[in-house]
């Protein structure tokens, strides 16, 4: 039996276990158990909260296919309040390794408890190589891409995993589950790619649906809406400095791209429920 907690960052949830505690032998072939919502739990995926040398802890996440990401904002936001909430630090500022590196969250308490959490993301990678994309530049910045023989433009940004951001006129009437797997998998993303496609409703303001790779569409993504805010900021809808509100389906997450390259996010993270799981044997 394996101790878990669900939890959700504005909709994008969740199965997180103690790894101060709990053991895993498989997390790739947990996550895909634990994700399927007829014979698992549910969720967009699997996080382990582990011991650090680095930082005060460490964070490992596996998509619901069980390939391993680099990072989730909405995650990170997730273990700041687990591990505050479940008394495994007594601190309001924490620093938290992952594969993107090591991220500083500042916990907002009310009444014992977390009630947000805003996580310095970092500098912003617009390298092509670095996110990567197979395009040549320093940069890419409203680039012309055909993908499912219709011509988009994408700008690229890595906030510790890759992003390729299309502005739209409309995003609700997107067929995400047709277009979402065919940028997933264009032969210019080497490491796959996550796609937000983006409605700009004025210039502190964005509507964004997002498609995961190894996971699909999910209600929110923490590392999506950075760049989101970021490819904002580079096409000129948005300005450095200024809080961005971003709008996903699960809820709204407040993005700032620093003039210095940083990006800060602001935002929520809750319970949802706590169980034991009965997980296969080879897991």
């Known amino acids: 039996m394996i101790k878990f907690t669900k939890m959700h960052g504005i909709g994008n949830c969740y199965i997180y276990i103690n790894c101060f505690e709990e053991k895993i032998d498989d997390p790739a072939e947990l996550s895909r158990?634990?994700?399927?919502?007829?014979?698992?739990?549910?969720s967009d995926g699997l996080v382990l909260i582990m011991p650090s040398d680095k930082a005060d802890f460490r964070m490992r996440i596996f998509n619901a296919d069980?390939?391993?990401?680099?990072?989730?904002?909405?995650?990170?936001r997730c273990v700041g309040k687990y591990v505050y909430d479940k008394g495994l630090t007594d601190k309001n500022q924490i620093t938290l390794e992952t594969l993107g590196g090591i991220k500083v969250l500042d916990l907002e308490i009310e009444n014992g408890a977390v009630k947000s959490v805003?996580?310095?993301?970092?500098?912003?990678?617009?390298?092509p190589k670095n996110i990567p994309i197979d395009m040549e530049g320093d940069k890419i910045v409203s680039r012309p891409i055909t993908v499912g023989g219709l011509e988009y433009s994408i700008t690229g940004v890595s906030m510790g995993n890759p992003h390729a951001v299309v502005f739209t006129d409309d995003v609700?009437?997107?067929?995400l589950e047709q277009i979402g797997p065919e940028f997933e998998n264009h032969k210019l993303f080497p490491r796959r790619i996550n796609t937000e496609f983006i409605r700009v409703i004025d210039d502190h303001t964005l509507q964004m649906r997002v498609w995961e790779r190894g996971s699909g569409e999910t209600w929110a993504c923490g590392?999506?809406?950075?760049?989101?805010?970021?490819?904002?900021?580079?096409?000129?809808?948005?300005?450095?400095g200024e809080e961005i509100l971003i709008k996903l389906r699960?809820?709204?997450?407040?993005?700032?791209y620093m003039p210095d390259g940083t990006v800060i996010k602001r935002g929520p993270a809750a319970f949802v429920c706590e169980g034991e799981l009965c997980a296969p044997q080879n897991i």
């Open 118 to 127: 805003t996580v310095d993301m970092g500098k912003a990678e617009l390298d």
């Open 66 to 76: 069980g390939s391993e990401a680099e990072m989730c904002g909405n995650a990170t």
């Open 250 to 256: 699960g809820g709204d997450l407040n993005i700032t």
């Open 33 to 42: 158990f634990v994700s399927d919502m007829h014979f698992g739990i549910g």
């Open 223 to 240: 590392t999506g809406a950075c760049a989101a805010a970021v490819a904002a900021v580079l096409n000129g809808y948005c300005e450095y």
């Open 172 to 175: 609700d009437s997107l067929n």
